[in-house]
């Protein structure tokens, strides 16, 4: 297995980590376009990450308007094999207060406005979802949280919404029906787009708010949002630091993003054009050259 290396996408209160050193910002080119901006590489106890701000810095693209395969492409580029995503979100469930943390197992995509494959060009590919997040970072990051003292959750479902407005309370009520756990509107298409790379994925979900759902909470705002999320940046910060220095401690043996490509390609090789291999030459070059 090649070397591990570790991408982190979240916001602007996870890259100004106390302890990081060689810190510089890298513009990636992807066969994809721009992604949201330039990726931080660092080194953290002689362990080099990456960093990508999901928004921009400055928090400028709204979550339709993220380029969702860049970024991975992006990361890819740069080595990443493994992806720590860390996400505000809504709670869909009582138990669930503002300030928990959730590591979230499944997702559900209501986004409808995303491209959502890399395979999209006369190179056909069907990913398995069923299991869309990696057991080796889940472990990862139940350790890190409990040794920073977080109050979490391990396991849970992530409805995921187009956005950029918060929910009916319809929607919300429905979605509660469905037994979500949290609301966001980031990880899809992220997560598949990670599957489609062989990046191992996984999401920490920060919770900020309930949803409108709730009696007492009966309108999420952004002042509200915020707040929590500067309360609960600190601990994001301890939680990323510790998965850092013990990530490679949890072997990722069996992960369903391994080699998933290996049976998902359904195209015949003679039917994909040399420009659309060359496009996937870092996403799926792994495969489409053995071809």
Request: hydrophobic share 35%.
């Amino acid at each position: 297995m090649k070397k591990r290396k570790l991408g982190i996408i979240g916001g602007s209160g996870l890259y100004n980590i106390e302890g990081f050193e060689n810190d510089k910002w890298k513009k990636v080119k992807t066969s994809w376009g721009e992604p949201s901006g330039r990726i931080m590489t660092a080194t953290l106890n002689k362990e080099e990450i990456c960093f990508l701000p999901r928004h921009g810095k400055g928090h400028k693209l709204s979550p339709t308007k993220i380029n969702y395969r860049a970024n991975i492409d992006a990361l890819k580029r740069l080595g990443v094999t493994d992806i720590i995503s860390v996400s505000a979100v809504g709670s869909l469930q009582e138990h669930l207060l503002p300030g928990t943390f959730v590591i979230v197992d499944q997702f559900i995509d209501r986004t409808f406005a995303r491209k959502k494959t890399f395979f999209d060009d006369d190179v056909v590919a069907h990913v398995s979802m069923a299991k869309p997040t990696s057991p080796s970072l889940m472990k990862c990051c139940e350790s890190a949280l409990i040794k920073s003292k977080i109050n979490y959750q391990n396991g849970g479902t992530y409805l995921v919404m187009e956005g950029p407005q918060f929910s009916s309370l319809a929607e919300s009520k429905l979605y509660r029906s469905w037994k979500a756990d949290v609301i966001g509107m980031t990880n899809m298409p992220e997560a598949k787009l990670a599957r489609e790379a062989e990046i191992r994925y996984c999401t920490v979900a920060m919770v900020t708010d309930f949803d409108c759902w709730h009696p007492d909470h009966d309108e999420v705002d952004v002042p509200t949002v915020i707040k929590t999320l500067q309360q609960n940046a600190l601990n994001a910060q301890n939680m990323i630091k510790e998965i850092i220095k013990t990530f490679k401690s949890f072997p990722p043996k069996n992960d369903p993003a391994n080699d998933c490509l290996d049976t998902a390609i359904i195209t015949a090789p003679k039917f994909r054009s040399k420009k659309t291999i060359t496009k996937l030459r870092v996403i799926a070059g792994r495969v489409l050259k053995k071809k």
